[in-house]
């Protein structure tokens, strides 16, 4: 159960950024920017200890799989987490900023190609004819 709450909150955490940006993308006034300055840190805060603590339960799990027979190996990754429960507490978020960047630049790509295919849909015109423009005096 653990391993499949790992994978899960490391998928969500992959999907997030991508998701977000692609509900911008065609929903532009359901989500605004800073909508989405607030939910990429904080989702991905949450994934990334999710990701961190089940994958050291994980362990824990296969080690009692084990018994006393475990290998040294492997208890020496559970044993020795490298802090990486404390920066996850508290530097998950960058992460997800981190990994929203080349999204971002996927992102305004689109942007421009769909500017450039469709233009602008707002555009006004300046040229008027003033044989078309009708004039009604009283």
Not at 84 to 109: N, T
Request: include cysteine.
């Amino acid at each position: 159960m653990n391993h499949t709450l790992y994978i899960s909150c490391l998928l969500l955490f992959l999907l997030l950024p991508s998701s977000v940006l692609i509900l911008r993308y065609f929903k532009k006034r359901l989500i605004s920017w800073w909508l989405i300055l607030l939910i990429i840190p904080i989702f991905s805060w949450v994934m990334i200890n999710g990701v961190v603590y089940f994958y050291y339960e994980y362990l824990s799990d296969v080690i009692s799989q084990y018994g006393d027979n475990c290998p040294p190996e492997l208890m020496d990754e559970w044993g020795a987490d490298g802090a990486k429960r404390v920066v996850a507490l508290y530097f998950g978020w960058v992460y997800g900023i981190l990994y929203s960047l080349p999204w971002l630049m996927l992102y305004a790509l689109a942007i421009g190609v769909r500017s450039l295919i469709f233009g602008r849909r707002n555009k006004v015109s300046t040229n008027i004819n003033p044989s078309e423009v009708q004039r009604s005096y009283v």
